[in-house]
């Protein structure tokens, strides 16, 4: 009889072996890659706290003389305008086909001028031209942009492409 109990003592050790190395381990697996997910979680909603915690960054202030047009003269402000973009047209390579200045409007403690300019251009150019309208020490608003690409022969050097873009600034309101 003890070698029968040793016996199936010897089973039920293997069958308790089999039972670990199989299944349990596999769920031993999954928790610890939950907690390691957690873990993760955990650092990260700490660094969200933190985040909440930190007092937000300083801001600086506009300097509204910079960034508005002169309040001397409407014509003047238009013309400052039409100026720098011809000139941003021409260092970003963009060919200008025509300005139209556009109804200047009142708004809160400035009156807003535009111009709305059609041109032909490769993308790149585009681009370019984009990026110096809005990081123009001035403060500028492009909008309403249009853009029509030509179809050309197979083979054939790509045209360009025509646009047209709404492009607004802020005129200082005479002081009276």
Same mark, same amino acid.
């Given at each position: 009889?003890?070698?029968?109990?040793?016996?199936?003592?010897?089973?039920?050790?293997?069958?308790?072996?089999?039972?670990?190395?199989?299944?349990?381990?596999?769920?031993?697996?999954?928790?610890?890659?939950?907690?390691?997910?957690?873990?993760?979680?955990?650092?990260?909603?700490?660094?969200?706290?933190?985040?909440?915690?930190?007092?937000?960054?300083?801001?600086?202030?506009?300097?509204?003389?910079?960034?508005?047009?002169?309040?001397?003269?409407?014509?003047?402000?238009?013309?400052?305008?039409?100026?720098?973009?011809?000139?941003?047209?021409?260092?970003?390579?963009? $060919?200008?086909?025509?300005?139209?200045?556009?109804?200047?409007?009142?708004?809160?403690?400035?009156?807003?001028?535009?111009?709305?300019?059609?041109?032909?251009?490769?993308?790149? $150019?585009?681009?370019?031209?984009?990026?110096?309208?809005?990081?123009?020490?001035?403060?500028?608003?492009?909008?309403?942009?249009?853009?029509?690409?030509?179809?050309?022969?197979?083979?054939?050097?790509?045209?360009?492409?025509?646009?047209?873009?709404?492009?607004?600034?802020?005129?200082? $309101?005479?002081?009276?």
């Amino acid at each position: 009889m003890t070698r029968a109990r040793a016996a199936a003592l010897l089973i039920l050790l293997v069958l308790l072996a089999g039972l670990w190395i199989g299944p349990v381990t596999a769920y031993r697996g999954l928790v610890d890659d939950g907690a390691a997910r957690l873990d993760a979680a955990e650092k990260l909603l700490a660094r969200y706290q933190a985040l909440l915690r930190a007092p937000p960054p300083a801001t600086t202030a506009i300097d509204a003389a910079a960034a508005l047009f002169p309040a001397d003269s409407a014509a003047q402000a238009d013309a400052l305008l039409q100026q720098m973009l011809k000139a941003a047209a021409a260092a970003s390579g963009v $060919a200008i086909e025509g300005l139209q200045v556009l109804q200047p409007e009142p708004v809160e403690g400035a009156t807003r001028i535009g111009v709305r300019l059609k041109g032909r251009a490769d993308i790149a $150019a585009l681009d370019h031209l984009l990026y110096a309208i809005e990081a123009s020490h001035r403060l500028l608003y492009p909008d309403n942009l249009e853009i029509e690409a030509r179809t050309v022969a197979a083979g054939a050097k790509p045209a360009p492409l025509e646009f047209q873009l709404d492009v607004s600034g802020f005129r200082a $309101a005479k002081q009276t």
